[in-house]
């Protein structure tokens, strides 16, 4: 085919180790169709163009393609990298007509103008129509374009394409009106293919055998003369057409599924193209299971004869399992020799002829794969053994009907005789049951008295069935009532639970019968949660709870009675053990101890026995008691049920306060008293205020100058003790006026009982005595020799009674 104007060339230049046309003698033949995808060209190859007409320069990354015209005229075109990076710099140069490797002579066209430096639009360059000169370069001369070629028929040209600068592919688009020679074609048939499979039957299992690609000549031959098949490993050898594959006729594949590449040439043009097939070694057919089972299709259990139909469709379903079968051809034969002579094929429907076990031969094929042969084991699996039981039950409630609830698991070991691999399930009939629909809970209450009903008994491992059958019937026994004795909730915690002696019931038995008991009734007649401490059983439900007892004879139920369980409630009273105090001081004074009941209201529903010191005082049988002696009380209050609860009383001593002794910090700017004193009471402490409040600290802090009264009062109301103390404060400032207000100054918290002979002297800031005082004067008016004084700092000295001595100075104001 022709090519005029469009022939576009994907040539590569990325892999470093190059094994595309770097040099002349293996230059590329541009055809009308041929594609060059695939090429790896880098390198220089043989450095060719030193010392010819190269526009001054030489080989950095090249490759060479030879033209062969078919039909002269214009021949130009454009190359295009792929990147647009203006970096990116590509030069040709173009030898002819008809050189030879040996003689290439000098370049007819040539560029090597640097795109980057011409500040050009792109990096493209070529050969076009308008052009005029026929080279340029290197650098920034030209524009990266020179005229295109006038060609003849016949004619041949090398085009060199070289990258001095980047790392970018390129393509090629011809221009002009000459035309090149046609490259052959691939005239594989229509619906054919190229694609080769191979069964790997050398007798290694690795997918890797010997192919006759020649298979595949004739295909790409077709009626073609003068051209030549080649096949190749890599599509690069296909293309440069090296490393051809020798041995065509007995290729041995190196990887599953493995892609071939066929190069068809024409011998008198050279020009060539190439395709890909891919072949493919396929292992036999392989069976994953050689073996399978179904039923005996006895319609009587204990007669199974060891035969049945196989469907041996569903015997190749299971064999290939999730496998893809839909190209397979699928036969089965008595033997092996039926099998490889495909004789004697059997039905689809086979009735084995050899009871339990018999062998037969499978044999599939598929277009794509290798046929096989396999040995199949068709296996008869026996039902589980057809039996009946009968199952009986008690009816519940004072007028038993018949209608009880049925455990139908309680018969599970009399059908699969305790066999692990096998389970039950009950129906209402043996239509229900044959056909696994509507399954009754095995918690089933019978509607007729007696009733049968169909079990389906089923092996897990070999999933075969068989029908039994069940007989309930039910004990119609009406239903008695024992009753254990009341006991008091007197385990420590009132929460209506106490421990039971189910046994104390005496519900009779005989020696053949068992007893056995539950929470409910359900569980009594399912036979589930058993109670498993009946001599030892916290009741649940709290004060009062049935419990039922079954009696079995055997696995039979003879009877389901109720125990009655009642704990009884003790007194509501407050048992927290209780401090009362009398006081030593006040033997008249009598305290009233309670029993501690909430409601007085209810006091009337109890009796009460007061006990001293573990003495009973008989004739205190009230719920209050009063007392004026120390001592261990309690009480023992009883209910009408009989339950009783004791609340324990402490009556300790107390007494009024003996003070030991007041600390008092005094003369300072924070005075301070601590009150000390002893006792059996507990105290508390007020400063002036007999009445209170009263504190728990005996410690006052920021008291002020002057006369008070401390009071100590016992809590615990054995009465109150007071005592008057001084604190000794000076002022600060006095202010002699003549208003009635702070005219004199004197010390604080000295009269007449506390310091009274105390004496104090007054100086001026230079020592000089302005006047002596005593506490029980009122004191100075700032004035000396009757004038008064100026404003100012004073200075004081005072000796207490106590022995103390104290002096500071004090501000007048007026």
């Known amino acids: 085919m022709d090519f005029r104007l469009l022939i576009i060339l994907f040539l590569s230049l990325l892999t470093i180790n190059s094994k595309a046309q770097s040099d002349c003698s293996n230059a590329i033949i541009a055809c009308g169709n041929t594609g060059f995808e695939g090429l790896t060209v880098t390198g220089i190859g043989i450095q060719e163009l030193s010392g010819l007409n190269t526009c001054s320069s030489q080989e950095n990354n090249s490759i060479w393609l030879r033209i062969s015209i ?333 209608i009880s609830l049925f455990n139908l698991n309680e018969v599970n070991a009399k059908f699969t005789n305790n066999n692990n691999d096998l389970i039950t399930a009950f129906f209402i009939n043996d239509t229900d049951a044959q056909n696994n629909n509507n399954e009754l809970n095995t918690s089933f209450y019978n509607t007729v008295n007696p009733q049968s009903i169909t079990v389906r008994v089923t092996n897990n491992k070999t999933g075969c069935s068989s029908l039994s059958t069940l007989e309930l019937k039910v004990n119609v026994i009406p239903e008695k009532t024992y009753t254990i004795n009341p006991v008091c909730d007197t385990d420590g915690i009132e929460d209506g639970k106490h421990i039971f002696n189910l046994k104390e019931a005496n519900i009779p038995t005989t020696s053949t019968q068992t007893l056995f008991y539950y929470s409910n009734i359900n569980d009594a007649l399912l036979e589930q949660n058993k109670l ?24 039979d139920c003879f009877g389901i009675s109720k125990i009655k369980l009642e704990v009884l409630k003790l007194p509501d009273l407050n048992t927290t053990i209780a401090t009362s105090f009398v006081c030593s001081n006040l033997p008249t004074f009598f305290i009233q101890l309670n029993a501690g009941i909430p409601d007085d209201s209810l006091s009337s529903d109890y009796t009460y026995i007061w006990s001293k010191d573990g003495t009973v005082l008989s004739t205190k049988t009230a719920s209050t008691l009063d007392v004026n002696i120390i001592g261990l009380y309690t009480v023992e209050v009883k209910n009408n049920s009989g339950c009783s609860k004791i609340r324990t009383i402490k009556v300790a001593a107390s007494d009024v306060a003996k003070i030991t002794n007041i600390a008092i910090t005094d003369l300072s700017d924070v005075n301070s008293v601590t009150v000390n004193v002893t006792g059996e009471g507990q105290y508390q402490y007020s400063l002036d205020a007999p009445s209170g409040p009263f504190q728990d600290s005996n410690f006052f802090d920021n008291v002020t100058a002057g006369i008070h009264e401390v009071y100590i009062n016992d809590k ?74 100026s404003p100012d700092d004073y200075w004081y000295s005072i000796k207490l009674d106590d022995g103390r001595e104290a002096k500071g100075h004090f501000s007048l104001k007026r």
């Not at 401490?533 to 004879?553: L, M, V």
């Not at 000295?750 to 302005?770: A, C, M, P, T």
Request: net charge negative.
């Open 716 to 789: 615990n109301g054995c009465g109150t003790v007071s005592q008057t103390i001084a604190v000794i404060g000076v002022p600060k400032f006095f202010t002699p006026n003549g208003d009635g207000y702070n005219d004199h100054w004197n010390l604080k918290g000295v009269n007449e009982n506390f310091n009274e002979n105390s004496i104090i002297y007054i100086f001026d800031r230079y020592g000089k005595l302005l006047k002596q005082i005593v506490p029980s004067s009122q004191g100075w008016d700032g004035t000396f020799l009757g004038q008064p004084l």
């Open 70 to 402: 078919k039909k002269g005229g214009t021949l130009g075109f454009l190359l295009k990298p792929e990147s647009t990076d203006i970096n990116e710099d590509f030069d040709f140069f173009v030898f002819g007509p008809n050189a030879n490797c040996d003689m290439l002579g000098q370049a007819i066209r040539c560029s090597t103008t640097n795109p980057k430096t011409i500040n050009q639009k792109n990096n493209f360059t070529g050969m076009a129509e308008d052009e005029t000169d026929t080279s340029e370069g290197p650098g920034a001369d030209g524009n990266s374009f020179v005229k295109w070629l006038t060609v003849d028929d016949g004619d041949s040209y090398f085009l060199v394409v070289d990258r001095p600068i980047g790392s970018s592919n390129f393509s090629l688009q011809w221009t002009g009106t000459a035309t090149f020679n046609s490259a052959p074609t691939f005239e594989v048939p229509t619906g054919a293919a190229l694609d080769l499979n191979q069964c790997d039957n050398d007798g290694i299992a690795d997918f890797s055998t010997t192919i006759d690609l020649t298979k595949n000549t004739s295909k790409i031959i077709g009626f073609q003369n003068d051209v030549i098949v080649t096949y190749h490993i890599e599509q690069n050898d296909a293309l440069t057409n090296i490393n051809p594959i020798i041995n065509t006729t007995q290729f041995i594949n190196t990887s599953n599924p493995q892609n071939i590449f066929a190069r068809i040439t024409n011998t008198t043009t050279g020009c060539f193209n190439t395709s890909d097939f891919k072949i493919t070694v396929n292992d036999l057919i392989k069976f994953p299971v050689t073996e399978f089972s179904i039923c005996d299709d006895a319609a009587d259990g204990n007669d199974s004869n060891g035969q049945s139909f196989f469907d041996l469709n569903t015997v190749s379903s299971y064999i290939f399992g999730n496998q893809n079968t839909d190209t397979f051809t699928i036969k089965y034969y008595l033997s092996e020799n039926d099998a490889t002579n495909d004789s004697n094929r059997l039905p689809q429907f086979f009735y084995n002829t050899i009871p339990n076990l018999q062998s037969i031969y499978i044999k599939a094929s598929s277009p794509n794969l290798c046929t096989a042969i396999s040995k199949i084991k068709l296996i008869v699996t026996p039902l589980p053994l057809k039996t009946s039981a009968i199952l009986v039950q008690c009816d519940t409630g004072f007028t038993p009907d018949g």
């Open 532 to 555: 498993t401490n009946s001599f030892s059983y916290f009741n649940e439900t709290a004060y009062n709870q049935i419990i039922y007892a079954r009696i079995e004879d055997g696995n």
